[in-house]
């Protein structure tokens, strides 16, 4: 049975900084396309960045320059450090991973997700 747990959100004020962790079991990801998406209370959940099985990264226009994802495929996981947070960062940030290796933005396209992990940026 797959399971994507996340950790390291939290409480942090506007400027500070957090790094998200995304844990696989189950099987290995290491070649696949992997994404950290968001959903803030009455929005859509959105693409907040991805990496794909040959590392190729992108990011939200939201994001870009504050987030950085990452993965370590010893440890079969996938990190967010975000940076320089903004009151609107906050939500609630979910870890996705496909069965593909190519690059995805679609949620649709995910097949295996986390639970979330709440992240709050006060101002």
């Known amino acids: 049975q797959v399971q994507l747990v996340e950790s390291g959100g939290g409480l942090v004020q506007a400027g500070g900084s957090l790094r998200l962790s995304c844990l696989a079991s189950?099987?290995?990801?290491?070649?696949?396309?992997m994404g950290w998406f968001r959903q803030a209370p009455g929005k859509e959940r959105e693409f907040v960045a991805l990496i794909s099985g040959s590392d190729s990264t992108a990011y939200a226009d939201s994001v870009k320059g504050r987030f950085t994802i990452s993965r370590d495929n010893a440890k079969n996981a996938v990190y967010l450090q975000m940076n320089s947070l903004k009151p609107e960062d906050t939500a609630v940030y979910y870890c996705?991973?496909?069965?593909?290796?190519?690059?995805?933005?679609?949620?649709?396209?995910?097949?295996?997700w986390g639970q979330g992990t709440q992240v709050t940026v006060s101002s």
């Open positions: 189950g099987r290995t990801f290491s070649r696949n396309n």
């Open positions: 996705a991973a496909s069965k593909v290796s190519y690059v995805i933005y679609s949620r649709g396209a995910y097949d295996y």
